[in-house]
């Protein structure tokens, strides 16, 4: 990214002059590595500034193109777990006229695919549902979903932030229409994302200025956050298998140690469906507010999203878990470069901050 910060800071929509050429070359080179990554065309990448828009482009930008084209709202389906991204879309679309059902997911998070047979209508022309839940962690069977939804002629969304660099990430094999993507969340810059999508699905823009991103998404795009993106998906790819391998063995080991170590845990989420480097728990007999607040120094952690500002978790409430217990939870993730020492450290820290609060009851 480092050159396109300074020396070569070209608009890559500027084709007339040198420096703008050589942007817009680096530009094509980065959707033709993401693409490569994904296994998808380049003309299927839409860069925008993250997953968020993404969401919003998918979400808003095709139904009121559908609403158009049939001349009225029609349907859509999604699940109560999902991230805001993905929910405010739909409740401003539901301003709009559209009809919305949101299917609550089993205990272990994971949708039930009996329940969303059931809940299709005759228009329903869209499902929006995540492959990988961003606080839980949980994998949804997005193929399944996929095919209940291709013979039915509906499309189906995805919000991938959290599955790109974690999982395996393929949106044709998967037979996903609309699939979002962040760079950040697989150590790649903030503020730089995609849309993947076939260049023939209706999308209406949601702002106007540019014909940068086939209209889709106008305006200058980010030359250093592209290539820090595709650079990302690349490294992160590269060694996936024993990413997940190595990861997932110290996520349980993690987990382990903790159940030993403290009564009273419990897993939020499937175990087995589940992103390697992610840990959800809730802890009994302890106030949440206090217990975040003494963990602080020592370990980063969260009970939520970092979108919910403070709120109890909707995904776990969602799962059955009162407020008081959402707030109880703990939120937390390993990363490529976590080490066994700091996993023991964590464990031991998290240990006598439960002891003292229990202690104090």
Request: aromatic share 4%; hydrophobic share 40%.
């Amino acid at each position: 990214m480092a050159p396109y910060w300074n020396e070569k800071w070209g608009n890559s929509s500027s084709r007339q002059h040198r420096e703008g050429l050589k942007a817009a070359a680096a530009v094509s080179m980065a959707r033709e590595e993401l693409a490569s990554h994904l296994r998808v065309a380049p003309e299927q990448i839409i860069f925008t500034s993250g997953a968020t828009e993404a969401n919003n482009i998918a979400l808003i930008g095709h139904a009121r193109a559908m609403s158009e084209i049939h001349g009225k709202p029609g349907h859509l389906i999604t699940l109560s777990t999902e991230h805001r991204a993905v929910l405010d879309p739909i409740k401003q679309l539901e301003k709009e006229g559209f009809q919305v059902t949101e299917i609550t997911p089993q205990k272990d998070g994971i949708l039930d695919l009996n329940q969303l047979v059931e809940v299709f209508k005759e228009n329903t022309f869209l499902v929006s549902i995540m492959i990988a839940n961003n606080e839980i962690g949980v994998i949804q069977p997005i193929k399944e979903i996929a095919q209940l939804c291709k013979e039915r002629n509906i499309l189906l969304h995805s919000d991938a932030a959290q599955a790109l660099g974690h999982i395996s990430l393929y949106p044709e094999f998967l037979g996903i229409d609309f699939t979002s993507v962040s760079a950040h969340k697989m150590y790649g810059p903030k503020g730089i994302g995609a849309l993947i999508m076939r260049p023939e699905i209706p999308v209406q823009p949601l702002q106007w200025g540019g014909s940068q991103e086939k209209g889709i998404r106008p305006g200058t795009l980010a030359v250093p956050l592209i290539i820090g993106l595709a650079k990302a998906a690349e490294i992160a790819i590269r060694d996936l298998k024993d990413y997940e391998l190595l990861v997932t063995k110290m996520r349980n080991k993690f987990l382990e140690e903790l159940k030993s170590k403290i009564s009273g845990i419990s897993l939020n989420g499937s175990q087995d469906e589940r992103l390697p480097h992610n840990l959800n728990i809730t802890i009994a007999g302890v106030q949440g507010s206090i217990l975040h607040k003494e963990l602080r120094p020592f370990i980063s952690c969260s009970s939520g999203s970092a979108c919910a500002n403070g709120a109890p978790s909707h995904v776990l409430m969602a799962l059955g878990l009162n407020a008081q217990e959402a707030k109880a939870s703990l939120r937390l993730s390993l990363s490529r470069y976590t080490t066994e020492a700091e996993l023991k450290n964590a464990a031991i820290k998290i240990k006598d901050v439960i002891n003292k609060l229990r202690s104090q009851n």
